[in-house]
């Protein structure tokens, strides 16, 4: 029988791995008289968390832990919702990445100890996802899902930086720094898009976001209004804005303040869809992983997604 609660770790994120060891041995200790007990999986390989989250729950265990970043956490979602498995297994944060957005959004600590201590004695919460149907690296049609974001344009070529070229100044001061580079280079692509069907803009566009949780790019308040269980996807555009314009307005990403800015606009509904017109590139970034590029679509799924070991509003374990 496995255990009913399974941590998966990413040896990769941020700078965990002279930790992990401390990391593993604390998560035991917490959980050692838990019913079922847990078991410890370290990924391998890039999407390595999908395959052990599909594996463990088809095998019952109840709660995994995701020791991790965005990235990772949108990678074990993405493989309980691609098997239908969302009401199965239950996830639990432990934000060890870069960008740990989601985290921020639901109140998890960032601090080691007192997350895992929220893993065992925090509520628990059912909470909205998303599926993006996009156009994969190589031209083909991929479907992915997500927890907090899916967008395009300015943020795609920024987390394809933050991927390429990991450096040693933080995350935020990395995210940064990719953001100034990106906005030198970045081509402001002629998009549509529509939201519920309607169309809300069309010509040229910085960014287009539709999110779930409030942060991307490691504590950017992206979309300052969004709740993860309203049943809604907050759909920020950012319309064409010359370099310097950019640069000068970067700042008030991090506020949230950006949403008063007259180039910028927000929408709220179940289903995006952005199309490029005349064969415009708008590279794709899924929970900061870079990801093809539209056209995409993007459909809220309502309550997909339980979460344990989160403070605020919710249920007792």
Do not use: W
């Amino acid at each position: 029988m496995p255990a009913t609660t399974l941590a998966i770790l990413n040896p990769h994120a941020g700078n965990v791995s002279r930790l992990l060891g401390r990391i593993e041995s604390r998560l035991l200790e917490s959980f050692s008289d838990a019913p079922g007990g847990l078991e410890i999986e370290r990924t391998r390989a890039p999407r390595d968390a999908s395959r052990i989250a599909r594996e463990a729950s088809r095998a019952g265990v109840k709660r995994l832990i995701v020791g991790g970043g965005d990235g990772t956490l949108g990678e074990v979602v993405s493989g309980l919702l691609a098997a239908g498995l969302g009401q199965e297994t239950e996830i639990g944060l432990l934000p060890l990445g870069s960008g740990c957005d989601f985290a921020r959004t639901v109140g998890v600590p960032r601090a080691l100890d007192q997350a895992i201590d929220a893993l065992r004695s925090g509520l628990c919460r059912r909470v909205d996802a998303g599926r993006v149907v996009h156009t994969g690296p190589g031209g083909e049609e991929e479907t992915r899902f997500f927890l907090n974001e899916a967008s395009f344009g300015l943020s795609g070529s920024i987390v394809d930086s933050v991927n390429r070229h990991p450096g040693k100044l933080g995350p935020r001061a990395g995210f940064l720094r990719a953001s100034l580079g990106a906005i030198a280079r970045h081509h402001q692509p002629d998009v549509v898009v529509r939201v519920d069907g309607k169309e809300v803009h069309a010509g040229r566009i910085a960014l287009v976001l539709a999110a779930n949780g409030r942060y991307c790019g490691a504590g950017m308040e992206m979309a300052p209004g969004a709740e993860c269980d309203d049943g809604l996807l907050d759909v920020v555009i950012v319309k064409a804005l010359s370099r310097p314009r950019l640069g000068y307005n970067l700042p008030s990403l991090y506020s949230g303040r950006h949403v008063n800015h007259p180039a910028v606009s927000v929408h709220r509904g179940t289903r995006v869809e952005a199309e490029p017109v005349g064969g415009d590139h708008a590279p794709l970034d899924i929970d900061g992983e870079a990801a093809g590029g539209a056209p995409m679509r993007v459909d809220l799924l309502p309550r997909a997604i339980g979460l344990f070991g989160l403070p605020g509003p919710g249920r007792r374990p």
